[in-house]
């Protein structure tokens, strides 16, 4: 089933080319906020599975872009993401690490991503899988991980690199507010037989810039949650994202229409917003590692260029 909020966070069900509205099966929820919606929803699954899916078939849909989509998981308490987790050609598996995203950071299926007022060398986002969790998670076994998983949705892991000083990188350059876009659905698991087995495409402004494969993870789905849940523990409707290759980062600038696709989860799409109207030379790390280039692609104008540093 895919999952969606929509309009005003009413819980809807995505079939065909539709969304239907099915915020009648849980009507008599009062959450405080629709991640006490989602999160009840996940954790008495088997309670309104078949009331969700009565009501969705009772019902007329409406087009999709005829609705505004909400973030599907709007406000998880924990989003974690693994780091360098695709092998990318290497032949030993990379050491396991991971980070934090702020929830703030959390938007949806044509919102923006807005590029902030910082001396960053360039803007990035990056396609990944992510996971949702489904049950409360603390130092399950790999064996046990996918059991503890509700569903999947689309995720861009948006970056913003090299920002001065260099300590606490990651928090830095992760946990911007707009810079984790997902959805537009939560597609449920039985609907994902196999999540390491999944193309995963990004396109900007209609170019196809990543085209991989999950089968390509140094460290799997499964590993990945236990990972994350030897450090914490993971709560329903928490994420997961899994990584992703590096070949086609490239950088993001104002008026980017970025595109999302991973296996049958839906297309994501958001726009890219900077005020600053900073351009950078169109290059992917692939296109800079061929021509025996190091670091990312020069800005070529606006505010942070060398020359508007130094004058």
């Given at each position: 089933m895919k999952l969606l909020f929509f309009n005003d966070f009413r819980l809807g069900v995505f079939d065909g080319d539709c969304v239907i509205d099915v915020s009648g099966a849980v009507a008599d929820l009062a959450p405080a906020h629709p991640q006490d919606l989602l999160t009840a929803v996940i954790t008495r699954w088997p309670e309104?599975?078949?009331?969700?899916?009565?009501?969705?078939?009772?019902?007329?849909?409406?087009?999709?872009?005829?609705?505004?989509v909400?973030?599907?998981?709007?406000?998880?308490?924990?989003?974690?993401?693994?780091?360098?987790?695709y092998m990318e050609g290497a032949t030993e598996r990379?050491?396991?690490?991971?980070?934090?995203?702020?929830?703030?950071?959390?938007?949806?299926?044509?919102?923006?991503?807005?590029?902030p007022d910082i001396p960053a060398t360039v803007f990035e986002g990056e396609a990944e899988l992510a996971v949702v969790i489904g049950r409360r998670a603390h130092n399950v076994s790999v064996d046990e991980a996918l059991d503890h998983v509700f569903g999947y949705t689309n995720l861009i892991d948006g970056s913003a690199r090299g920002i001065p000083p260099r300590q606490n990188a990651f928090y830095q350059m992760k946990s911007r507010e707009t810079f984790c876009p997902i959805g537009p659905f939560l597609v449920t698991a039985d609907e994902v037989p196999d999540p390491q087995n999944l193309p995963v495409r990004l396109w900007t402004n209609g170019n196809l810039m990543q085209d991989f494969n999950t089968e390509d993870m140094a460290y799997s789905v499964a590993e990945s949650i236990a990972f994350v849940s030897s450090l914490h523990?993971?709560?329903?409707?928490?994420?997961?994202?899994?990584?992703?290759?590096?070949?086609?980062?490239?950088?993001?600038?104002?008026?980017?229409?970025?595109?999302?696709?991973?296996?049958?989860?839906g297309r994501l799409r958001i726009d890219v917003h900077d005020d600053l109207g900073r351009t950078w030379k169109r290059e992917t790390r692939?296109?800079?590692?061929?021509?025996?280039?190091?670091?990312?692609?020069?800005?070529?104008?606006?505010?942070?260029?060398?020359?508007?540093?130094?004058?």
């Open positions: 309104f599975q078949d009331k969700i899916r009565q009501e969705a078939e009772q019902r007329t849909g409406v087009p999709l872009d005829s609705v505004r909400r973030p599907p998981v709007p406000r998880p308490l924990n989003i974690d993401c693994m780091a360098r987790n990379p050491a396991v690490n991971g980070f934090p995203k702020t929830p703030h950071s959390i938007v949806g299926h044509g919102d923006r991503m807005v590029l523990t993971l709560e329903p409707g928490d994420l997961v994202a899994t990584g992703t290759t590096h070949g086609g980062l490239h950088p993001l600038m104002h008026g980017d229409v970025v595109e999302l696709e991973v296996g049958d989860l692939h296109d800079r590692a061929l021509a025996g280039l190091n670091g990312t692609p020069p800005q070529l104008s606006g505010k942070y260029t060398p020359e508007t540093v130094q004058a």
